[in-house]
């Protein structure tokens, strides 16, 4: 029931345990949120920079 699960939320609220777990938690969702936020707005700059190292390897591979 829904009475249970606000209990169990509380008990979990208050042990140290999962405080700690949801920290982690938090912190890892705010990581995502960042690189995702990272990786659009320079993501011209990281496709021109693997298309660019990509053909140097190209460039120095032809000659073998």
């Given at each position: 029931s829904s009475l249970r699960f606000l209990f169990d939320a509380l008990r979990l609220?208050?042990?140290?345990?999962?405080?700690?777990?949801?920290?982690?938690a938090i912190i890892v969702a705010i990581l995502g949120v960042s690189l995702i936020a990272i990786?659009?707005?320079f993501r011209q700059e990281i496709s021109n920079f693997f298309t660019n190292f990509s053909?140097?390897?190209?460039?120095g591979t032809e000659g073998d």
């Open positions: 609220w208050h042990e140290e345990d999962a405080a700690t777990a949801t920290e982690y990786f659009i707005t053909d140097e390897v190209r460039a």
